[in-house]
């Protein structure tokens, strides 16, 4: 497993952005599919992006051409840059990495190590 640490939340307004930031401590190269998942309250938690060691990508459809994910493996730090951002897309960001990119998917059960969390709030 990695130790996950999310940072960059906060509030906005309607057509604002945001940049979330992660920072891994422990091994998150080649093989590692990294990922962020958000969730609302009262609503269970949904994938918003992942990608690929390889630099392969997938998004959700809600936030397709509006979100960016990607990542820098000298750092160890994977981002997420959120633009246009929209009431429904408040919630807590969680940043996570899954041990095989054949788990480089949307379910929650196939990662292995998450953060704590960064609360993204937009305001219409």
């Known amino acids: 497993q990695v130790q996950l640490v999310e940072s960059g939340g906060g509030s906005v307004q309607t057509g604002g952005s945001l940049r979330l930031s992660c920072t891994a401590f422990g091994y998150t190269g080649s093989g590692v599919c990294m990922a962020w998942f958000r969730q609302a309250p009262g609503k269970e938690r949904e994938g918003v992006a992942f990608?690929?060691?390889?630099?392969?990508?997938g998004y959700a459809y809600s936030v397709k051409d509006r979100f960016t994910i990607s990542r820098d493996s000298a750092k160890n730090a994977l981002y997420l840059q959120m633009n246009s951002l929209k009431p429904g897309d408040t919630a807590m960001y969680y940043c996570?990495?899954?041990?095989?990119?054949?788990?480089?998917?949307?379910?929650?059960?196939?990662?292995?190590?998450w953060g704590q969390g960064t609360q993204v709030t937009v305001s219409s």
């Open positions: 996570a990495a899954a041990p095989s990119e054949k788990y480089c998917t949307y379910a929650v059960a196939f990662y292995n190590s």
């Open positions: 990608i690929a060691s390889g630099g392969g990508t």
